[in-house]
């Protein structure tokens, strides 16, 4: 069993940045590709970015291409997303998600078999 817990969210500036954490329990987390979604309400589930088992590579959606960085530390078995130039239309609840295998640089929500809990973040404009 994975448990993911996230941190890190809160209440900044447009213009600002916040780095979010993904801690993961499990033996599992090493070998496993990593990705960070995000949902407002009403909304489905929105691929932000995601990572290799290794941290080698590394995909974004467009909306945030430039302005987020997605890292990985297996020793921590933590995942980070940095988040600089924050918009409004960021704000949102964010979740890290474990892929399930075959691991790759997924981007559909329904390829992700663990969810830790969700972070609030707020960019007011």
């Known amino acids: 069993q994975v448990q993911l817990v996230e941190s890190g969210g809160g209440l900044v500036q447009a213009g600002g940045s916040l780095r979010l954490s993904c801690a993961a329990s499990?033996?599992?987390?090493?070998?496993?590709?990593m990705g960070w979604f995000r949902q407002v309400p009403g909304k489905e589930r929105e691929f932000v970015a995601a990572?290799?088992?290794?941290?080698?590579?590394?995909k974004y959606a467009d909306s945030v291409k430039g302005r987020f960085a997605i890292s990985r530390d297996n020793a921590k078995n933590t995942v980070y997303l940095q988040m600089n130039s924050l918009k409004a239309e960021d704000t949102a609840v964010y979740y890290c998600?474990?892929?399930?295998?075959?691991?790759?640089?997924?981007?559909?929500?329904?390829?992700?078999?663990?969810w830790g809990q969700g972070t609030q973040v707020t960019v007011s404009s």
């Open positions: 499990g033996r599992t987390f090493s070998s496993s590709a």
């Open positions: 998600g474990l892929q399930s295998p075959p691991y790759g640089l997924r981007i559909t929500s329904d390829q992700y078999e663990y």
């Open positions: 990572i290799t088992w290794n941290g080698g590579s590394s």
